[in-house]
């Protein structure tokens, strides 16, 4: 008797079932192709977080491919060389060493061809290691709130002995390292999942801004780069304008923007890493007056949090996460949340959650 099923049961039950099958139908079908666009201004680490994706989403770099960026790492390595010279007579100090003082004339001196065959010089490659192991470089690095000189210089000039073999090839790491300007929209499709992401990595410097109008259209999220350590910096193109101010002004206009009204908004605090090794050295007070919390780095984030939050008129869903865009496990971990929050919204908006 129990087994038996009336009409109407079973009427209701295959309703229920259509009702499941439908939903299972839509969760694989909604938002399949997300488009993400990758906001932030220049040298925030968009183009990092790019690189990241083809290392964890499509099976990394081949070696042809990290051969590529020889010549980009050897401009990095050199132009930060002669900036930490330049630097140097900016403080009004000297290599301690005398033969460093020759070496970092040499450095000023030294060319790199615009060819792919081209190799790094090992004489140059000593000069470099020696300048950047003289004892007055502390205290130059004590003033580099006063120059610029990239963040991953420390890190080429540490690598400096092996970037001067011959037969160098990259690896992953230098890449991640690598800066080279972003120039009109870059794009890159990958899946995570059961989603197709469509995304799109465009330049950060205020020349490059006016062709993001063309990729507004049915965006699924923004990542919004800000690069936590550059409170105390200004723009290269602008040396009057401190660098997190013109953040906040750009995340300003974006969140409040019409074309996002049903955009979730991803807020990258990047560059956690250099942040934690500034904080002590240089107040961020300093930069902005109302922050009280000192060299603590949680309070100093959630400040900064705090400025760019208070920017959202709009009162659009903001998600923010701490990166390290250059560390592929952090980068890792943050994108399955990042995963997480485009399914969740799609589903919202679909209407089956």
């Not at 000297?94 to 010089?121: K, M």
């Not at 890159?188 to 205020?206: A, C, E, K, Y």
């Not at 999220?221 to 101010?245: G, H, P, T, W």
């Not at 919390?293 to 701490?322: C, E």
Request: net charge neutral; hydrophobic share 40%.
């Amino acid at each position: 008797m129990g087994g038996c099923m009336s009409v109407e049961d079973k009427a209701g039950k295959q309703r229920s079932d259509e009702i499941d099958k439908q939903i299972e139908e839509d969760s694989r079908k909604f938002r399949k192709e997300c488009k993400i666009l990758l906001l932030g201004s220049g040298e925030s680490g968009k183009s990092t977080i790019v690189k990241q994706m083809k290392i964890i989403h499509q099976n990394g770099y081949t070696k042809e491919e990290l051969a590529v960026y020889r010549l980009v790492v050897y401009k990095n390595l050199i132009d930060s060389a002669k900036d930490l010279v330049l630097a140097m007579k900016k403080v009004g100090v000297d290599c301690v060493e005398g033969v460093n003082r020759v070496y970092a004339q040499q450095i000023l001196a030294y060319e790199i061809e615009n060819d792919p065959a081209f190799v790094l010089s090992p004489d140059i490659a000593i000069a470099i290691e020696s300048v950047w192991k003289d004892p007055i470089i502390s205290t130059v690095m004590d003033h580099s709130s006063e120059f610029y000189l990239m963040d991953s210089a420390s890190y080429f000039f540490s690598q400096v002995k092996r970037i001067g073999e011959r037969g160098y090839v990259p690896n992953e790491s230098d890449v991640l390292r690598a800066r080279a300007k972003t120039t009109g929209i870059a794009e890159t499709r990958f899946n995570m999942g059961q989603l197709s992401i469509h995304m799109f990595d465009v330049g950060g410097q205020r020349s490059e801004r006016k062709k993001w109008i063309h990729c507004f259209e049915a965006v699924t999220s923004i990542i919004f780069c800000v690069a936590l350590s550059e409170y105390d910096q200004v723009l290269l193109e602008e040396k009057e304008q401190n660098r997190m101010a013109e953040s906040l002004v750009l995340f300003e206009s974006v969140i409040n923007s019409r074309w996002f009204l049903r955009t979730s908004i991803i807020l990258f605090l990047n560059k956690i890493d250099v942040f934690k090794a500034k904080l002590p050295k240089v107040p961020l007070e300093k930069y902005f007056p109302e922050y009280t919390g000192g060299a603590d780095i949680n309070k100093a984030a959630k400040y900064i949090l705090w400025r760019f939050t208070q920017a959202n008129r709009a009162r659009l869903s903001v998600y923010p996460h701490l990166t390290q865009a250059t560390d592929t496990s952090n980068i890792r971990l943050v994108f399955a949340a990042v995963k997480e929050t485009i399914l969740q919204n799609a589903l919202r908006d679909s209407g089956i959650l």
